[in-house]
T-cell receptor, first 111, second 115 residues
Framework: SQQGEEDPQALSIQEGENATMNCSYKTSINNLQWYRQNSGRGLVHLILIRSNEREKHSGRLRVTLDTSKKSSSLLITASRAADTASYFCATGSGSARQLTFGSGTQLTVLP | DTGVSQDPRHKITKRGQNVTFRCDPISEHNRLYWYRQTLGQGPEFLTYFQNEAQLEKSRLLSDRFSAERPKGSFSTLEIQRTEQGDSAMYLC?????????????FGEGSRLTVL
């Protein structure tokens, strides 16, 4: 079963614009991670935010976490055509020994 | 390259045949995971190993599926008597972090098509 739900399912923007994706989850978590997947390829880890953190930055990525609302957002600033991919949130919960992934947001950045 | 490698990358088989996928994790990683991903969906957990011990299996892993990691290094995932519903991308990932749900390093996946 999928714990997280990403919103929107698909997003299309122009190069240079910012892209924001949201993730909602159901149970309490230890951490939340974002992964990227190019078409037909494996997933690549982008960033991890712990449950006691509210915001984290990595290059052009900014992640926020609101545990009271059980939600997270991923912001990609100044997007590039190469950012075109699917983006997944994944949650790690205390007793679980694996990550649970959402259904993903398909981002298309038009040149 | 010292990343996670999976073989084969693509497999087409007829319904009822057996298939086996292999995963070679990053060498120092003691945890290895198998996930399944169907089109338009996120990865779904199948099973994971710590060293050679298989510590958890999902309910998705029917008795037609078996996974091994005999020496705590590479792993195999075998599907017996394949069905069309088994068509999916099978992803392997490895991890070294002390916490259970740290960053995962994924391979490129093995895509299975059952005709």
């Amino acid at each position: 079963s999928q714990q997280g739900e990403e919103d929107p399912q698909a997003l299309s923007i122009q190069e240079g614009e910012n892209a924001t994706m949201n993730c909602s989850y159901k149970t309490s978590i230890n951490n939340l991670q974002w992964y990227r997947q190019n078409s037909g390829r494996g997933l690549v880890h982008l960033i991890l935010i712990r449950s006691n953190e509210r915001e984290k930055h990595s290059g052009r990525l900014r992640v926020t976490l609101d545990t009271s609302k059980k939600s997270s957002s991923l912001l990609i600033t100044a997007s590039r055509a190469a950012d075109t991919a699917s983006y997944f949130c994944a949650t790690g919960s205390g007793s679980a020994r694996q990550l649970t992934f959402g259904s993903g947001t398909q981002l298309t950045v038009l040149p | 390259d010292t990343g996670v490698s999976q073989d084969p990358r693509h497999k087409i088989t007829k319904r009822g045949q057996n298939v086996t996928f292999r995963c070679d994790p990053i060498s120092e990683h003691n945890r290895l995971y198998w996930y399944r991903q169907t089109l338009g969906q996120g990865p779904e957990f199948l099973t994971y190993f710590q060293n050679e011990a298989q510590l958890e299996k999902s309910r998705l892993l029917s008795d037609r599926f078996s996974a091994e990691r005999p020496k705590g290094s590479f792993s195999t995932l075998e599907i017996q008597r394949t069905e069309q519903g088994d068509s999916a991308m099978y992803l392997c990932a490895s991890s070294l972090r002390a916490e259970w749900t740290g960053e995962l390093f994924f391979g490129e996946g093995s895509r299975l098509t059952v005709l």
